[in-house]
Nanobody
Framework: QVQLVESGGGFVHNGDSLRLSCLFSGRTFSDYSMAWFRQAPGQEREFVATVTWAGHTTAYADSVKGRFTISRDNAKLAVYLQMNSLKPEDTARYFC??????????????????WGQGTHVSVYA
């Protein structure tokens, strides 16, 4: 069973940066592509970014493109989300997700097999 544990959320101001981390355990990390989703209060969970097993292929939501960077360290069994130039509309709970298709990109919630509990990010104007 895969377990995902997120960390790194917090309270920041408009324009600040944060780096989220997600630690993976339970299976072979390189068998999975990884993603970040987010969910604001009263809204659907939405795709943020994804990375394939070797880290060579990434994809981003238009709303974060150019500001957020997803990366992974297969030796540390970790995936990261570097968030720069944060805006109040980035306020949400951020979830790490794992997909048991190492080389494919998934944009939908149903594309992913395992989820963490999330970490909260609040951005103040």
């Amino acid at each position: 069973q895969v377990q995902l544990v997120e960390s790194g959320g917090g309270f920041v101001h408009n324009g600040d940066s944060l780096r989220l981390s997600c630690l993976f355990s339970g299976r072979t990390f390189s068998d999975y592509s990884m993603a970040w989703f987010r969910q604001a209060p009263g809204q659907e969970r939405e795709f943020v970014a994804t990375v394939t097993w070797a880290g060579h292929t990434t994809a981003y939501a238009d709303s974060v493109k150019g500001r957020f960077t997803i990366s992974r360290d297969n030796a540390k069994l970790a995936v990261y989300l570097q968030m720069n130039s944060l805006k109040p509309e980035d306020t949400a709970r951020y979830f790490c997700a794992a997909r048991n298709r190492a080389s494919s990109i998934g944009y939908q919630r149903d594309d992913y097999d395992y989820w963490g509990q999330g970490t909260h990010v609040s951005v103040y104007a």
